[in-house]
């Protein structure tokens, strides 16, 4: 995912090295047609990204499962599915959005510390390859539910191989203080009593230690933790079948950032498993989508305030929550690029009724008008699957472009659908 076009640009320092995807589009024309916020995802941009981890893990007994709370969009879902992938999911919504989709259901595994009996109930009916199983409490219930409908369910142990993702706290998953996982002792455990549950096959291993993790040393520590306890198991008598090592691999959001390269990361796995013949499964997310997605708007107004700067634009926090919940960079480039203008800095909100509505502080960039058009960028993952109607704002549209041509996949959202399922209050009931 290089591209040579921010060094041709003498508006580079606004260019976002991601944009390069969307380059062949004519985004004006697109958000003109397709009105603003809109969301726009690069079909061959996935497709780069699954296909080059995949071709990294050639020789491996490997399944790419597309975590989809990144990007739930039934078309991504589906260009997964042609591509061979499976799905990673967190919920009944995940796993029913997933075979809508086409994913079969033995290219899904289901993740979550809070897994429902009812959600477990349709996982099971459903055939999922295999449970990541995240607590004592939840092995017994998948015991007991696999027991009452005579099957026998797939589990592995996600295990919190206590190392720190060095990322943001707030998505970081694999430290014992998180709520995420057993202990490997509490792991050794379970194998040693999985008698006890004959109704769960507990040969599988998962740990996921956090996202957007651009160093890949704290991923090393983590596979050598896994690797050393499935050599541990394996010796012990247990046979392991499958290795999930989760999800969690950067991308680029601004300049500096770099997507670890995916064979010096399968390399990584190749050494920590090394003699390991079973399935080894990834969960990637962010890695597949989020530099395939820019998420289109239209400058509202400038505001000059008493001591800043403001561009309004017409999509929000409710649209894309990053900046808001994680203090999250996303470039913004002006479409058009700078076009000899000068540069100023804005503060980049939106309209919501909240000061944390706010993409960036600061920003320098091309002096902007209204009716400008602006491209958030890296907005492929965590996007539109995080999105809410706060303020009374309908989900946004979403277009795949692909080789010249774009499909509305998801059409902008009506009053009324927005709406719908609501009611007055005239049934009433005794409470
Ligand atoms: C969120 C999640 C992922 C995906 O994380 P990314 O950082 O998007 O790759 C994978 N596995 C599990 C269990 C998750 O919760």
């Avoid at 995802?41 to 491996?60: D, K, T």
């Avoid at 096959?201 to 651009?214: C, K, P, T």
């Avoid at 040393?217 to 050393?228: F, H, Y």
Wanted: proline fraction near 4%.
């Amino acid at each position: 995912m290089h591209t040579p076009s921010a060094a041709r640009d003498p508006g580079r320092h606004f260019f976002a090295v991601n944009m390069h995807a969307f380059e062949v589009v004519d985004l004006e024309a697109l958000a003109q047609r397709e009105g603003t916020p809109l969301y726009v995802y690069s079909a061959p941009a996935i497709r780069g990204r699954v296909q080059g981890l995949q071709a990294a893990l050639q020789g491996l007994d490997a399944l790419v499962c597309f975590a989809v709370k990144a990007n739930s969009s039934q078309a991504v879902l589906q260009l997964m599915d042609e591509l061979g992938a499976g799905a990673d999911i967190v919920s009944g919504g995940e796993l029913w959005r997933s075979l809508r989709a086409g994913i079969p259901p033995e290219r899904i595994v289901f993740s979550g510390v809070g897994k429902s009996a009812e959600e477990i109930v349709q996982a099971l009916d459903a055939g999922v390859a295999r449970f990541n199983v995240e607590s004592r409490d939840e092995l017994e219930l998948l015991q007991r539910l696999a027991a009452a409908r005579g099957t026998v369910a797939h589990a592995a142990v996600r295990i919190n191989p206590d190392v720190d993702a060095l990322t943001h706290a707030k998505i970081s998953t694999g430290k014992s203080e998180n709520k995420f996982g057993v202990s490997i002792d509490e792991a050794r455990a379970w194998f040693a009593r999985s008698d006890d549950c004959p109704h769960v096959r507990l040969d599988g291993l998962h740990m996921h230690i956090g996202s957007q993790i651009l160093q890949l040393e704290p991923m090393r520590l983590a596979l050598q933790r896994l690797g050393a306890f499935w050599r541990e198991l394996a010796s012990a008598g247990h046979a392991i079948a499958s290795i999930d090592v989760g999800g969690g691999l950067g991308v680029r959001y601004r300049e500096g950032e770099q997507a670890p390269d995916p064979v010096e990361y399968v390399a990584l796995i190749r050494e920590a498993l090394a003699g390991f013949d079973g399935r080894i499964v990834l969960e990637p997310g962010r890695y597949l989508v989020a530099e395939a997605g820019i998420l289109l708007a239209r400058v509202l107004r400038t505001k000059q305030g008493e001591q800043r700067r403001f561009l309004v634009l017409d999509a929000a926090m409710n649209d894309l929550l990053r900046p808001s919940l994680y203090d999250a960079w996303h470039d913004i480039v002006r479409v058009g690029g700078n076009d000899g203008r000068e540069t100023q800095a804005y503060d980049v909100v939106g309209p919501v009724c909240e000061t944390g509505d706010t993409f960036a502080l600061s920003r320098p960039m091309p002096r902007c008008e209204a009716g400008d058009l602006v491209a958030i960028v890296g907005a492929g993952a965590y996007g539109a699957s995080m999105a809410s109607t706060y303020n009374s704002r309908p989900l946004a549209a979403e277009v795949l472009v692909d080789g010249g041509r774009y499909a509305v996949v998801r059409r902008r959202q009506s009053f009324e659908d927005m709406v719908a399922g609501e009611q007055p209050a005239g049934d009433w009931r005794k409470a």
